[in-house]
């Protein structure tokens, strides 16, 4: 199974490569991108599309690891991800000067690295999986089954990805210092939501294994944990966000009037920090358990149905002379309502059980 996994995700990466090296320019420019930026955006995307293929492998091995057992290693080699990103950022843009195209290559670099790092702890795990070259041979049987499993998660993410096209189309329109001002909160974003994944997929391997093991009673008092745990990082990370986030976002520019508008956008998505730990737990515990559909529908309406709509409606709200297509804080506020919104269906629906039933369905 886990060489059919490789071998299609391999396969899988050089066609996104190749669709995304040629496309991107084209959907840059559906997208209404302002030609100041369009070779900077199109030189960008390419470049992160050629590294595409290492973001793939980290997380499918990083997914083998936690199967196996292991969900600190994946963690750490996330954190080692994340601190190369941001150190390859200075060198490469501060100090090569090599502007965008320099910032794509520290993101691939570090993914690169990241994988190569998960995969030579998997190969060190003879004791609980002996991958050999045999096994990368596609079985027809078995890639139907992964396909199968893994459909609900991709359809989300590619609803997922079409919507925020549609809000990049927003974004684009509202300027230049409005795309870059997104730019800079969306690698913020990455380090904030970087303990709220590690607990959501924590939690569902935690959640597996004691299921497996017919253990529900570790499963639920493992849930109340995992929120405390999740809660009171985030509260700890919206302090930090707000005491110091405008020193986090003059990392990535030294423009005063970037910076101010980047920090108060931060502020506005910074509670939502919070709403999304319950998310990601509470979504970990369905996902483990076997109910991977309702997560799917949660964030479909979320993103679909609550944030492209009020995203456009609030800007439309907020046109004035300075701004003809609306404020930025139409885009982060609906972000924040989208984050907040999913938190409470996400509530709703843990505690209607749909996940338990599903439990007894698959034993």
């Known amino acids: 199974t886990i060489g059919n996994t490789l071998t299609m995700t391999l396969l899988a990466g050089i066609v996104m490569t190749l669709m995304g090296v040629f496309l991107s320019r084209p959907f840059l420019e559906l997208l209404d991108t302002p030609v100041e930026i369009l070779d900077m955006a199109a030189d960008y995307l390419q470049i992160i599309f050629i590294g595409i293929i290492a973001f793939a492998f980290y997380n499918i091995l990083s997914g083998i690891l936690r199967g ?90 590619a609803i997922f990805s079409m919507s ?103 502020r506005v998505l910074a509670v939502g920090y919070i709403a999304m730990a319950v998310t990601q737990v509470l979504s970990g515990t369905m996902r483990g358990a076997g109910d991977t559909v309702s997560p799917m529908w949660i964030s479909l309406i979320t993103t679909v149905v609550i944030r492209v709509p009020i995203a456009y409606l609030l800007a439309y709200l907020t046109r004035n002379e300075a701004r003809p297509h609306g404020e930025p804080y139409a885009l982060f506020l609906s972000l924040l309502i989208s984050w907040v919104s999913g938190a409470l269906l996400t509530v709703i629906v843990f505690r209607l059980g749909r996940w338990k039933k599903r439990v007894l369905v698959n034993k």
Not at 207 to 219: E, H, L, M, Y
Request: glycine share 8%; net charge neutral; with cysteine.
């Open 68 to 157: 196996l057992g292991d969900s600190f290693m994946p963690l750490v080699f996330l954190l080692v991800c994340c601190a190369m990103n941001t150190v390859l950022d200075l060198l490469f843009v501060a100090g090569f000067k090599m502007g965008v195209a320099g910032a794509a290559w520290a993101t691939i670099l570090s993914w690169l690295v990241s994988a190569v790092l998960c995969l030579l702890k998997i190969l060190r795990m003879k004791d609980e999986l002996a991958l050999e070259s045999h096994s990368l041979k596609l079985d027809g049987k078995l890639c139907k089954e992964l396909i199968m499993l893994g459909l609900p998660s991709g359809l989300t993410q």
């Open 164 to 266: 925020m096209l549609v809000v990049q189309s927003l974004t684009n329109s509202l300027g230049t210092d409005v795309i870059a001002c997104n730019t800079i909160i969306m690698r913020v974003d990455g380090f904030a939501m970087m303990p709220n994944f590690s607990f959501g997929m924590a939690m569902t391997t935690f959640v597996g294994q004691n299921v497996g093991a017919d253990r529900f009673d570790r499963v639920e008092k493992g849930t109340k944990n995992g929120l405390k745990l999740g809660i009171g990082t985030s509260v700890v990370l919206v302090l930090c966000i707000l005491l110091f986030g405008k020193y986090l976002i003059e990392m990535f520019t030294s423009t005063p009037s970037l910076i101010t508008l980047s920090n108060q956008m931060l």
